[in-house]
């Protein structure tokens, strides 16, 4: 049997990868197929079949047909030219970003899901900028265009002392964005899945 396994791409594919080798401890004999997406797609491939289960930030989609199971919370991150805030700050009031532009990672298709989650969900005041690419975004902010947004797991995994990580707060509340794993109701070893990605993202 195979499962096929969607994932929101800005999570990147190291975590996934460390979850399905702790499913495959539970079954190994389940063939994992993974897939990546926008986040904006994971309802529409779950609908047609493409996958069985999706691990995702749900944002303020409605996946009231399928069942759900909130794995952990990561708290939001941005990345921005070192020496825009003072060295030992930890964290950054979104009030204070305001006039500094917001760089968006997305494809053409990806914008208005991403404009929309950082603008209206987030509620960032700041300008926008849209690029393609990781690079392109951390070159952008390195030569200090802009900042834009991690979450803390993915953000460590960035390694440049030109740019400076700052937690994001929200009239002092700390922004955070769930992991979670969204699957039809009747779809086999969903709940191993979960656990499986409990393990690798709350236990390490």
């Given at each position: 049997m195979t499962l096929k396994v969607g994932y929101f791409k800005s999570f990147g594919s190291k975590?996934?990868?460390?979850?399905?080798?702790e499913f495959?401890?539970?079954h190994p004999e389940i063939d994992i197929k993974l897939l990546p997406l926008y986040q904006d797609q994971v309802g529409d491939?779950?609908?047609?079949?493409?996958?069985d289960l999706a691990l995702t930030d749900p944002r303020d989609n409605d996946?009231?047909?399928y069942q759900l199971q909130l794995v952990t919370e990561v708290s939001l991150m941005i990345i921005l030219q070192a020496g825009n805030f003072m060295p030992g700050e930890q964290t950054v009031d979104i009030k204070d970003l305001k006039k500094i532009p917001n760089i968006l990672?997305?494809?053409?298709e990806e914008e208005a899901g991403e404009l929309h989650y950082h603008k209206d969900v987030l509620k960032i005041t700041s300008p926008f900028i849209a690029v393609d690419s990781f690079n392109e975004a951390a070159l952008?902010?390195?030569s200090g265009s802009g900042y834009f947004l991690m979450n803390e797991r993915t953000a460590d995994l960035l390694m440049n002392d030109q740019l400076q990580k700052m937690f994001l707060?929200?009239?002092?509340?700390?922004l955070k964005q769930d992991y979670t794993l969204v699957g039809k109701k009747d779809v086999d070893y969903f709940d191993d899945f979960a656990q499986a990605a409990k393990n690798t993202l709350v236990d390490d």
């Open positions: 975590d996934v990868e460390k979850i399905v080798e495959r401890k539970m491939v779950l609908a047609r079949g493409k996958i996946f009231k047909n990672i997305a494809k053409t952008m902010a390195t707060l929200n009239d002092g509340q700390q």
